[in-house]
């Protein structure tokens, strides 16, 4: 969610409907009996960019050390992973949205005063210019939100539902979607997943969902609640966030969404989703004391069946966050807080890459992340429920460990210290390469085409070859497809070869090779083929001797 920055508009929406303020402000008592999680191992560290202490409200991360922060009267860019923080000037005095695509390419949505939210800007030079460019919406629209893809194709979502989007890089702006403004019925927060599929939430437990572009949106339904927040990982996989802490999650388009357990008390405001499996959530905890509230950050490395709760190291309420990949994060929130982690949040291990991404025991793969310790001891690398024995080398951001005896097929790579097990990788293990059989077995000398559908074994690799072989004389099959790692299926031509038993090769992309000795034979066709030669023969005759025929009798005529 990308909240305006004094919270005048959101204020005003929210006094209109006591029932989702009600939902938004959990009581003291509850936040109580779920409490905090502290640790002195917290992987969140704060950032002081602006003394004044501006609240900021958004924030876009382009990588890990460039990002963008805007807030009230505030436009802040780092291109040093944070260490220093610059402050740009906008055209606009209130900044509710910031998305850049590039250390280039930004755009902000905000107002100039109280009564004019709908300008957008955009700098195409890092920031050391913005640009006013015109939305065409109506006196009184509020744009809450903005999602770019790329340099071209920007979506922007604000009160009274409206939609609006350009793919010229905001010089011109089409309204998708509009009912007339009223203070009570508002989109939040939008996030698309390619050019044509996007979701946009808001009030009343509104979801919109488009795959055309937007030409147009249907409607979707998780359940009444206050939407503020969504991050979709493809057009598939989609979560959203909102007022009770609540978050749900669609892995079938948003044909169902499904409530996840976030162990929060209050309201979580955004959502940032590094994949499938990996995505982080923040928000507010209020709570009795001096201050009175507290922020939230939840990170699930599982699709959400479970939300861990992080230390934030503040008690400042925060409002946006961007992940950059399992590791790497910002936080934006109340009085100029900034939060920055570059190994995951906490001191569980993360995993970023596993090189390759498949293989056969013995083989050496390099797994890349954070917090793995500098040296092994008790740890350990898993491939599915197979701990791995053999390792080459050992630090606190890579390991590169051998697959272990005994696995097979598609399974996750995990690493897990004294703190707990990472998140998962994707992993597919290949058995010992084997030969067992061919389907079929046999055709006739002189055959062009012989279709094998299954050449049956374990351990097949994407890539590998197959031959056939007699003596010195080596054919190759073609159009070989690896079905599985037990068939691969292929084509063979036996064309002026000779007869007999061959040998079936399989060579895998790593170099093993499985022969299948006399799996194939190649039968006589001489029986066969004599007696097609003597029918040809005859007809030929035939052929002729008529034909001779039919010239003698025109001759006589």
């Given amino acids: 969610m990308r909240r305006p920055t004094t919270f005048r508009a959101f204020l005003l929406f929210l006094s209109i409907s006591t029932l989702l303020f009600s939902?938004?402000?959990?009581?003291?008592?509850?936040?109580?009996?779920?409490?905090?999680?502290?640790?002195?191992?917290?992987?969140?560290?704060?950032?002081?960019?602006?003394?004044?202490?501006?609240d900021l409200i958004s924030l876009s991360a382009v990588d890990a050390d460039t990002a963008w922060a805007v807030g009230n009267n505030t436009t802040l860019k780092t291109a040093d992973g944070g260490a220093t923080w610059t402050t740009q000037v906008s055209q606009n005095a209130y900044n509710w949205s910031v998305c850049a695509v590039n250390a280039?390419?930004?755009?902000?949505?905000?107002?100039?005063?109280?009564?004019?939210?709908?300008?957008?800007?955009?700098?195409?030079?890092?920031?050391?210019?913005?640009?006013?460019?015109?939305?065409?919406?109506?006196?009184?629209?509020?744009?809450?939100?903005?999602?770019?893809?790329?340099?071209?194709?920007?979506?922007?979502?604000?009160?009274?539902?409206?939609?609006i989007r350009t793919d010229n890089g905001g010089w011109t702006w089409t309204l998708q979607n509009?009912?007339?403004?009223?203070?009570?019925?508002?989109?939040?927060?939008?996030?698309?997943?390619?050019?044509?599929?996007?979701?946009?939430?808001?009030s009343y437990g509104t979801i919109l969902k488009t795959t055309d572009a937007g030409v147009t949106w249907s409607e979707q339904d998780a359940g009444y609640n206050l939407f503020s927040g969504v991050a979709a990982v493809d057009t598939q996989t989609a979560w959203i966030v909102g007022a009770g802490a609540n978050i749900y999650k669609t892995t079938d388009g948003g044909a169902t969404w499904v409530l996840q357990d976030s162990g929060a008390a209050d309201s979580l405001s955004a959502i940032s989703?590094?994949?499938?499996?990996?995505?982080?959530?923040?928000?507010?905890?209020?709570?009795?004391?001096?201050?009175?509230e507290a922020s939230v950050i939840l990170k699930t490395t599982d699709g959400g069946d479970t939300w861990v709760q992080q230390d934030s190291t503040t008690e400042a309420p925060l409002y946006d966050i961007c992940a950059v990949d399992v590791t790497t994060a910002w936080a934006v929130g109340k009085d100029g807080t900034i939060l920055k982690t570059v190994d995951g949040g906490d001191a569980l291990p993360d995993i970023v890459s596993v090189v390759p991404t498949s293989g056969g025991e013995g083989d050496a793969v390099t797994v890349s992340g954070c917090d793995f310790g500098e040296t092994q001891d008790s740890s350990y690398v898993s491939f599915g429920d197979t701990r791995a024995t053999a390792y080459t080398s050992w630090?606190?951001?890579?390991?590169?460990?051998?697959?272990?005896?005994?696995?097979?097929?598609?399974?996750?790579?995990?690493?897990?210290?004294?703190?707990?097990?990472?998140?998962?990788?994707?992993?597919?293990?290949?058995?010992?390469?084997?030969?067992?059989?061919?389907?079929?077995?046999?055709?006739?000398?002189?055959?062009?085409?012989?279709?094998?559908?299954?050449?049956?074994?374990t351990g097949f690799q994407p890539g590998a070859q197959v031959r056939f072989e007699q003596g010195d004389t080596v054919l190759a099959a073609y159009d070989v497809s690896v079905v599985s790692g037990e068939s691969i299926t292929c084509k063979i031509g036996f064309f002026l070869t000779p007869t007999g038993a061959w040998d079936v090769v399989v060579t895998n992309p790593d170099g093993a090779e499985a022969c299948l000795e006399d799996g194939f034979t190649v039968t006589s066709n001489c029986g066969q083929g004599s007696g097609t030669a003597l029918l040809m023969l005859g007809l030929t005759l035939g052929l002729l001797s008529t034909a001779g025929s039919a010239r003698l009798r025109r001759r006589r005529k």
């Fill in 23 to 54: 939902s938004f402000i959990v009581s003291v008592a509850a936040a109580a009996e779920g409490g905090t999680v502290s640790s002195s191992d917290s992987g969140w560290v704060e950032q002081t960019p602006d003394p004044e202490g501006e």
């Fill in 104 to 163: 280039d390419h930004a755009w902000a949505m905000g107002g100039i005063d109280d009564y004019a939210y709908d300008n957008v800007e955009k700098t195409a030079n890092g920031g050391l210019n913005w640009v006013r460019l015109n939305t065409g919406l109506d006196a009184g629209a509020y744009i809450v939100d903005i999602a770019a893809l790329d340099v071209n194709t920007i979506w922007a979502v604000g009160s009274g539902e409206t939609i």
């Fill in 178 to 202: 509009y009912i007339t403004p009223i203070m009570d019925e508002w989109l939040m927060g939008i996030s698309a997943a390619d050019a044509s599929t996007a979701w946009a939430v808001g």
């Fill in 273 to 292: 989703a590094v994949d499938a499996s990996t995505a982080w959530a923040v928000g507010t905890w209020n709570m009795a004391g001096p201050s009175g």
């Fill in 395 to 457: 630090s606190d951001t890579e390991i590169v460990a051998e697959v272990p005896s005994g696995v097979e097929g598609e399974m996750e790579v995990t690493v897990t210290t004294s703190e707990g097990t990472s998140n998962p990788k994707s992993f597919t293990a290949y058995g010992p390469l084997s030969l067992t059989s061919i389907t079929p077995d046999t055709a006739a000398q002189n055959t062009i085409t012989v279709q094998i559908t299954d050449l049956a074994g």
